[in-house]
């Protein structure tokens, strides 16, 4: 991030008691509940703090209210130093966004925090708030320890600090293989290489769509088709483009799957309708239900369609496998009371061409619903009675896989709660969520669609661009705290199965007791509830440490070098002269010992300029002044930073 330089103009420069000055107030706040517009500032002059373990990315919030209109406001963040090693955060791992806010409803009647957008200046009218999310990670193991920095906010040339302390732990999360998290998206064609780092970076490593040649919406910059049926010469061809893009852009992004295609949905079979639309000598079956629901289904006991179904089913298969990536099929979604037979059917048809395909079925919160499709499933999805359906698949050895809605319109705590340790009590094989990107319309007009995007999406396409990575929201940024919650607990669960002292005996208690205080009500709406979620996190985060430190060496990679001290810190040393400089400026080292080391120039963006070479001279010539920072790393893991100012 730049830091900000105050030069050629008059500004007033601000103490912490400047936070609440004649302008503007500035107060930090919890990012999993929602601030609007208009909130009323909280009475306090508090920095902000953050912890986190190594190369996981944590993020803090602040809110900036003008109490009279503000022209321009800018806000930046400045340096993430060690205070015992002095290394820095790189640019690249600093992001500093702020909030956009939308109309909830049509009416217009409040304005509600929805998407996160690069902190540019703006102006401010009197009363109304700026929310700004600091997100931060220390991916080298040796950033461990408390790094301290500041945003500095500037309304109108009044400038003033709010201090950061981000504290790392010394350990880092195991990336755990035996739990997928997954997206709903609206189909293969409308994933970029983008959205799959996107997905990736928030914990999410499944995607499914439903398989059909109709856009299930107005796509925002492709109206392509998800999948083809095609017919040539009698032989059936499935127009596989969209999902080869899907699978090689999943796979380049280090998603592991699997990849769900849904065959049909409700009352509908999509891949059926589509081959009686490339075979005309099929007909659809349109049956009106007593349920409700007309049917659009091809025809059963027919050896020829089933000749096609098939061929279908296995191009799509043998197209994602090529990948490396697993296929699990839905055959139809909710089939539940309509299309009971025809699951039977099309189940056994499939299962005898594919004996190893996984089969996934969907039965809502209803148990009932879950004993009629368990004989032709291999997973069951549910979005409730979480108990009884963990014990129910537990006795019929079937997976387990729990879904529910997640949509930009909603709270990060109420992501975070309900997608992480709510889930986690009950040890589920799959997190599907509803849904990535179902944008209707417009993505960035509200209500153009049939429904609001608000409802059915949680990123955004970043405009003009639509191969960048996509606008998140503060709901989807809770997602990625959700997968970090489970990642705290699956690793110290890990840890338990080798640990032999003392402690894991009785941490492995408090952990039991700790997991049975979770409820499945208890993230569901706004409140103190939430701040349970921190508090677990950091309980956990002390187990972890005292494990580590009983049995130090012991647990692999999860635990990295113990944070340094000042007085290890200050016997390597790093020197430049003179400082401030306009040309040259010569570096020097003490205290290196028989350590090899290089040393690099930084600017303050965090981008190396120059690695210096032997006479550790830097000649600035061409470069542009301001601050730059000497960087000196040694074969040990040892490293020492020195500011530096170049003038013209």
Not at 53 to 64: L, R
Not at 391 to 420: D, F, H, P, W
Not at 455 to 463: C, G, K, L, N, R
Not at 609 to 614: A, I, K, Q, R
Request: hydrophobic share 40%; proline share 5%; charged share 20%.
């Amino acid at each position: 991030m730049k830091t900000l330089l105050l030069t050629l103009f008059s500004v007033s420069l601000c103490t912490a008691a400047g936070l609440n000055n004649a302008l503007y107030r500035v107060w930090p706040v919890d990012y999993l509940h929602k601030v609007t517009r208009t909130a009323s500032p909280v009475d306090t002059l508090s920095g902000l703090a953050m912890k986190a373990s190594v190369n996981e990315w944590e993020t803090g919030t602040f809110v900036v209210r003008a109490k009279s209109a503000i022209t321009a406001l800018n806000v930046t963040g400045a340096d993430f130093v060690n205070s015992s090693t002095g290394r820095i955060i790189p640019g690249d791992s600093v992001a500093l966004r702020r909030i956009e806010y939308v109309w909830e409803d049509a009416a217009r009647t409040q304005q509600i925090p929805m998407r996160l957008r690069p902190a540019a200046p703006l102006s401010l009218a009197a009363n109304e708030n700026m929310e700004y999310w600091l997100t931060l990670c220390a991916s080298d193991q040796r950033d461990t320890g408390l790094f301290l920095g500041k945003a500095v906010i500037n309304g109108d040339n009044t400038v003033c600090t709010l201090s950061v302390s981000f504290y790392v732990y010394p350990f880092r999360l195991l990336d755990f293989t035996d739990f997928a998290c997954g997206v709903y998206a609206s189909g293969p064609r409308t994933i970029s290489p983008a959205m799959a780092r996107d997905m990736k970076a928030h914990g999410v490593d499944a995607v499914s769509f439903f398989f059909s040649k109709e856009s299930t919406r107005a796509d925002y910059y492709r109206n392509d088709t998800t999948l083809l049926i095609l017919n040539q010469a009698g032989h059936l061809k499935v127009e596989m483009h969209g999902v080869d893009s899907l699978v090689k852009f999943m796979k380049a992004a280090g998603m592991r799957g699997p990849v769900i295609p849904f065959l049909g949905n409700d009352s509908k079979s999509h891949i059926e309708r589509d081959i009686c639309d490339a075979f005309p000598q099929f007909h659809l079956d349109t049956t009106y239900n007593a349920s409700g629901k007309t049917k659009v289904m091809g025809p059963l006991n027919d050896p020829v369609f089933d000749t096609l179904l098939i061929s279908a089913v296995r191009q799509l298969k043998e197209g994602i496998e090529s990948h490396g990536l697993e296929m699990i099929l839905t055959i139809y979604d909710e089939p539940t009371e309509r299309l009971m037979t025809e699951l039977a059917d099309r189940y056994a048809l499939i299962r005898a061409a594919f004996p190893s395909l996984r089969i996934y079925g969907v039965a809502m919160d209803q148990l009932s619903w879950a004993q009629q499709i368990a004989p032709y499933t291999d997973i069951i999805a549910t979005n409730g009675s979480y108990l009884a359906m963990s014990q129910y698949t537990n006795a019929q050895n079937k997976g387990l896989l729990y879904y529910g809605v997640i949509a930009s319109r909603y709270e990060a705590g109420y992501c975070r709660g309900n997608y992480g340790l709510k889930f986690w009590k009950y040890s589920p094989d799959f997190v599907f969520l509803w849904a990535y990107n179902y944008w209707n319309g417009d993505p960035y007009v509200n209500y153009d669609g049939a429904s609001p995007e608000a409802t059915y999406a949680i990123v955004f396409p970043p405009p003009n661009h639509p191969d960048s990575l996509p606008v998140g929201s503060p709901a989807w940024e809770g997602v990625r705290e959700a997968r970090d919650d489970w990642a705290y607990v699956k690793t110290f669960t890990e840890m338990l199965k080798t640990a032999a002292g003392p402690t894991a005996v009785a941490k492995a208690s408090e952990f039991n007791a700790l997991k049975n205080k979770v409820t499945d009500t208890q993230f569901n709406s706004e409140g103190a509830r939430y701040v349970v979620l921190d508090s677990i996190r950091q309980v956990v985060a002390g187990w972890i440490m005292a494990l580590i430190r009983e049995e130090p060496g012991k647990f692999g990679n999860i635990g990295v070098a113990a944070e340094r001290g000042p007085a290890e810190a200050a016997s390597l040393s790093l020197y430049a002269s003179p400082n401030p400089f306009r040309s040259m400026i010569k570096i020097s080292v003490r205290n290196l010992g028989d350590m090899k080391a290089s040393v690099s120039i930084y600017d303050v963006n965090g981008k190396r300029v120059c690695v210096l070479n032997s006479d550790l001279t830097w000649d600035a010539a061409g470069k542009p002044a301001g601050v730059y920072f000497v960087r000196l790393k040694t074969d040990r893991g040892r490293a020492v930073n020195r500011k530096i100012v170049l003038m013209r």
